[in-house]
Every structure is written in structure tokens, then in C-alpha cells.
Nanobody, 124 residues
């Protein structure tokens, strides 16, 4: 089992930045591929970014490419999502997810473990 806890969400103006963190506990964090998803009201959960267990490979949705950066610190059992140039359409609940071998999958059902989410609101 892996337990995931997100933090760092909040209210920010358009063009601003936020950094989300996801702290993991339980089994060996460094063996898990990690990802961020988001879900806006009335919409399906969508893929944002993923990172391989070693951090060597990263994957992004086209909508965030060039603005968001996913990274991880295996010594701290934490994955991060640095979000720059935020837009009102980035408003959503952001979820951290883990899987032993997702391969950067953008399909939510690939991931076995999920956090409770953190709200990000971008005002125009």
C-alpha cells in the first residue's frame, strides 16, 4: 500500500505560479511511477503529467506543456508539480497518483493509488 497526501493548492491570479507537493508513505516510493491528474467541476478527470520511478522520463498533457514541470525527490518520498503561467482553465482539484509500472500512462485506471486532492483556483 502507498498513501499519498497532496498539498500546495490555493487561489492565484492568472499568470501566477503554484507548486504542488505529494508526500508518499508506505512501500518504497522510488519504485513507483507517479502522475498528476486534475478534475474540474462537471468534467472528467484528466491527465496532467507523469514521471518515471527514476525521474529520467517525464510526460505532459499538451495543455500544460511548457508551463508545468513534474519532478520528484526520492530521498524525501515526494513528487512535485511546478505550475507557471496559470490560466483560469487550470482551475481544478489536482490529484497525485502512483503505480508500479504506469510507463507514463495518461489513463487514470492505470494507477492503483490516489491522494485526496488539493484545490487549485486561478482567477482571471
Amino acid at each position: 500500500q502507498v498513501q499519498l497526501v497532496e498539498s500546495g493548492g490555493g487561489l492565484v491570479q492568472a499568470g501566477g505560479s503554484l507548486r504542488l507537493s505529494c508526500a508518499a508513505s508506505g512501500r518504497t516510493f522510488s519504485s513507483y511511477d507517479m502522475a498528476w491528474f486534475r478534475q474540474a467541476p462537471g468534467k472528467e478527470r484528466e491527465f496532467v503529467a507523469a514521471i518515471s520511478w527514476s525521474g529520467a522520463n517525464t510526460y505532459y498533457a499538451d495543455s500544460v506543456k511548457g508551463r508545468f514541470t513534474i519532478s520528484r525527490d526520492n530521498a524525501k518520498n515526494t513528487v512535485y508539480l511546478q505550475m507557471n503561467s496559470l490560466k483560469p482553465e487550470d482551475t481544478a482539484v489536482y490529484y497525485c497518483a502512483a503505480d508500479e509500472s504506469s510507463g507514463g500512462s495518461s489513463w487514470a485506471l492505470t494507477y492503483d493509488y490516489w491522494g485526496q486532492g488539493t484545490q487549485v483556483t486561478v482567477s482571471s
